[in-house]
């Protein structure tokens, strides 16, 4: 790899719009999102369910089935816009370059395929070697997520797991070929919190270990708190806001975010009464004119029915908002 | 599990019993076979000793005694028509029968699930939706019409396949079988096809169901996030989930395919037992028709006890439910 | 679609907007099976089919079965053909000189008979014995959904044919067997429904009044038991037709007096193979109009009245 290579984002996202053609209209599922992971780099991806956080994971692995099409921006991976490639040349990045993991482990692996035969593919999908290297390098992966005994294991059925077992096993298949870019997209979510927290220290320790960027998909803030280095926030298909994890949680910039962080319980706010954002959630269907998060914010003007434009306020800190909260608390 | 099989099989001794002595009676009630069977011009001597030696002289319970105690030993008595043992014929006939049965199911398999999974994959282009109409249609053709018209198509106005017969056999395993021979192939083709073609739009259906509802899950979303071509996640992840849904309803479908072989044998001309049941009824063959009753019978009783065996081995909570009963 | 499709109907009325805040059950109903063309269609042939049967005498052009008007040196003149009176047979005729229009639509008659006849039978038996398992359970229950399990174990088609082994030939012998082919299918469907009424509210509330038995049964339970039964009956008319054309075909149906579409397309099969189609070819094609038809509309049916594949 070059120097210049390094230098380089991971992944850069331009400007994507993503849309889906229904019977009921377009349905403007991503919307002008733009940002960018660096190497070794864990980047959470924050929003309520329906503001469009996996649409944007398809749209990069390039796996928007119809009535859904990207319909402008840029994907660019390692500096190649994705866009351009065709199938066949996106097929080669899946699973070997680009890899994704699915929320539910109950779902993802084929249950009447067993696990060799599930890991074996995946090898020889994008690497010729013969079947008893494809296999050794399942085993190695398997020990590599902490799987114990993974010669054995591979001869089973994934219904042979527990839910935790056979997230790590989709993460191992996800290691398979070390890739620059995992899109994990809720993978926890189905979890119980105690294997929640093993899987995220297991994701995060391989990330650091092989260099890969990760984006993660969550609508969980504690998960992000604890895991991904810089987060930005998705409300109704856009980016409202992003920046280092630690700044934004406590220095949230946009109503939305501070909304959302004053939702969730925590201990240091024993005894306070939770805050709840007003409203709901507009249709992608039917977006209002400007800022879509106007109507249940209480900072909202006039001028938030224009959209606004996202703004570098600190560097590292942007928000797309004309009226962000505590700008003068931010150091 | 043990009461359970010994309840199962019980209850299936029984509904034998019961059939068998149902035909019996019912079979007495119709027609007089000597009007058929006897030379009218016969004398009176001669008549009274053909029916001395039929047994047609005793009242009903003992002819049912006798018949009962025979079927035990496997003795269904001589056919009226042929003279030979009833059980016999039926017997060399039968064959013919589960080859067809066999050529068809295999066709409905085959070409059900080809169909279904296109359909499946392309439930709104022209092509997905042609084959959907065209199961529709395959369900509600009659199934004696449809081989009329495929002898018609065929046979009569294409000339490429013969209308009927089984066509040169060879021996195979102590049976006469036709797979063998070109010849028997283009004999078996259309009767199979026939046989088939309801069967097929059955597994089009579920084939095409379950592709469509496989194409939605994670796991074929997870197999192309990894790469795979369009080819292995169809033919591997898709189709072997379909498969086992399809697998069992075909199974079950095999004796009811082992029935309506007697429509398409009609219409064919094929000779295995569903013709030769035809025409027992047709001239009075009591004994070839009970015989052809008890079998056909017998082996329903044996393939339903074993598919209930196998969905309570299958499934756990049907175990439990009948070990509670 | 439904704009298109409307015109056809008297239901078309129903759409316009005046009538929409008068909905009733009924006229919902109608409006949503109007919703498909297809079933539409199906509708409208399957009438066309059954008017043409109840007044075949009426417009026939010929009796098919007065000899006098039958002429052997018309037989089996292929479709389209003049016969020697100057009359033409649009679908040909058969071997007797018999037009094969007159012969199928007479034939329609005894097959939509035979089919109706003996649905209707078999929804009230098989209806009411559903309806007494569900409601008294027991030994009841077990003993009706024992002898309906076993009995549809079996291929309808071989239970048919060993019944009219033993009964022969006839209309009557045909109904018979169609029925006692057919009662289990309605049993096993009320029963089912019934059972899962059986544990609603209403019912409860019906038996703190101290209703009658009857009273419940047939005013509180029956009619929440019906959508699931039209549906069946509905499917069941297409199949005793087509099982009644098998049989009929096979020889074991009904006589060659009363020809129905099966013994018509029997009666065919030998002229087919010299290319003399017609014989056959048009009573299957006016059988499978009939089944399709009926299929169409019970799919509607289906869909419209299963709430389960509503949602």
Redesign the interface.
Known sequence: MTSAANDLPTLEVRNLETHFFTRAGVLRAVNDVSFSVKRGEIMGLVGESGSGKSVTGFSIMGMVDAPGRIVGGEVRFQGQDLRQLDESAMRDLRGNRIAMIFQDPMMTLNPVLRIETQMVESVLAHDKVDRAEARRRAVEALGLVGISSPEERLRAYPHQFSGGMRQRVAIAIAMLHKPELIIADEPTTALDVTIQAQILHEAQKLCRRYDTAMIWITHDLSVVAGLADRVCVMYAGQLVEGGQVDAVLDHPLHPYTAGLIGSVPSQNMRGRRLTQIPGMTPSLLRLPKGCPFQARCDRAHDDCAQVPVSRELIPGRWVRCFYPCETEAVP | MLVYLIRRLAQSIL?LLVMAVL?FV??F???NPVDVLINPEADLQEQQATIERLGLDLPLHEQLFVFMGNAVKGDFGRSFLHGEPAMEIILTRLPATMELAVVALAISLVFGVLFGLWAGLKPYAFSGKTIMAGS??G???????QG??L??IF???LGWLP?GGRGETTEFLGMRVSFLTADGWSHILLPALNLAIFKMCLVIRLARAGTREAAL???V?????????PR?IVL??IL??IM?PVVTVVGLEL??MI??A??TE?VFAWPGIGKL??DS??NLDRPV?VAY?VL??FM?VII?LTVDLIYSVLDPRVRLAEVKA | MSEQTAPLEPIASDLSPEAGFAETPWRRFAVEFASSRLAMVGLLLFLGIALAAIFAPWIVPQDPYDLAQLDIMDGQLPPGSASLAGYTYLLGTDDQGRDMLSAIIYGLRISLLVGSVSVVIALLVGGSLGLLAAYFGGAVDSVIMRVVDIQLSFPAILVALILLAIFGNGVDKVIIALVIVQWAYYARTVRGTALVERRKEYMEAASCLALSHRRIVFRHLLPNCLPPLIVVATVQIAQAIALEATLSFLGVGVPITEPSLGLLIANGFEYMMSGRYWISFFPGVALVLAIISINLVGDQLRDILNPRLKS
Do not use: C, E
């Open positions: 509904v035909v019912g079979i009630a119709v027609g529709i249609l369900f509600s053709l009659p199934n004696f019409w009329l018209m002898i018609l046979a009569v106005f209308a899950q994670d796991y979303k997870f197999a192309r996030a990894k790469g795979l071509s292995r591997v992840h072997k989930n086992i004796g009811s029935a309506f007697v429509v009609t049941l035809i009824i047709v028709v009753l056909t019978v329903f339903n």
